[in-house]
């Protein structure tokens, strides 16, 4: 990263039960090698639920799933599409390995837990990988925490967030917001605090917003 480079924040809302969040991620990562140094990305993750209904203990993913697309064969039509799709962005989904779905409240309070935005990023990315394929329960405390051990390393600080009952009613106080401002699905980013991209989309869109924050910045600062 260049000594020039220009702070950018980048807001994600997302939820890591998701994986067309997943697949956003690494398109704006694609995007971002395309910008090179010319900004310098503060990627903040922001909670959101796309199931907030599922129990504590998870329930049969594909049951779960069955029951929002309506059958089998519209579920194995949208998996093939996603495998294919994330086969071209470095994603090795693994649906039918996935035992259940998740309620991710306790994942996003244990994002939130770690101090610094880089360590924030690398545990979203680990839980992504754990889900998607790796195929682990993620509505095991032990499991999860073998997968954030290496970010959090201290099974106090662990275990004081994931008993702590405030830090989940945070992050619902959160979610609800986003709900209030219109944010209805997600991946959804706010990019350079003022324009809005929905959707993963290809990595020349987010080039193209970038790119065009950048100029108006540019812009203002010459009239000034």
């Not at 998870?58 to 029951?67: F, P």
């Not at 093939?80 to 994330?86: A, D, M």
């Not at 401002?181 to 003022?194: A, E």
Request: overall charge negative.
């Amino acid at each position: 990263m260049s000594t020039n480079s220009e702070p950018f924040s980048i807001d994600i809302v997302s939820d890591v039960a998701c994986p067309w969040c997943y697949v956003g991620k690494k398109k704006l990562e694609l995007a971002l090698q395309t910008v090179g140094d010319k900004i310098d990305p503060q990627v903040r993750w922001r909670p959101f639920q796309l199931s907030p209904e599922i129990p504590e203990e998870g329930i049969d993913y594909k049951e779960h799933l069955t029951q929002k697309f309506g059958s089998l064969d519209r579920l194995d039509g949208a998996w093939q599409r996603l495998t294919e799709i994330g086969r071209s962005v470095g994603i090795p989904f693994q649906f039918e390995a996935i035992p259940k779905a998740t309620n991710t409240l306790i994942l996003h309070a244990l994002v939130a837990g770690l101090p610094t935005l880089e360590e924030q990023a690398k545990l979203v990315d680990l839980f992504f990988a754990a889900n998607f394929s790796e195929g682990k329960d993620l509505t095991d405390k032990e499991t999860i925490w073998k997968v954030a051990e290496p970010l959090y390393k201290d099974r106090g600080k662990f275990d004081s967030i994931f008993e702590n009952p405030e830090l989940k009613e945070n992050i619902r106080q959160e979610i609800s917001y986003y709900h209030q401002n219109g944010i209805s699905g997600v991946p959804y980013f706010i990019i350079g605090g003022k324009y809005a991209v929905s959707g993963a989309q290809d990595p020349s869109v987010f080039v193209e917003v970038i790119e065009t924050v950048l100029k108006e910045r540019e812009s203002e600062k010459q009239s000034q």
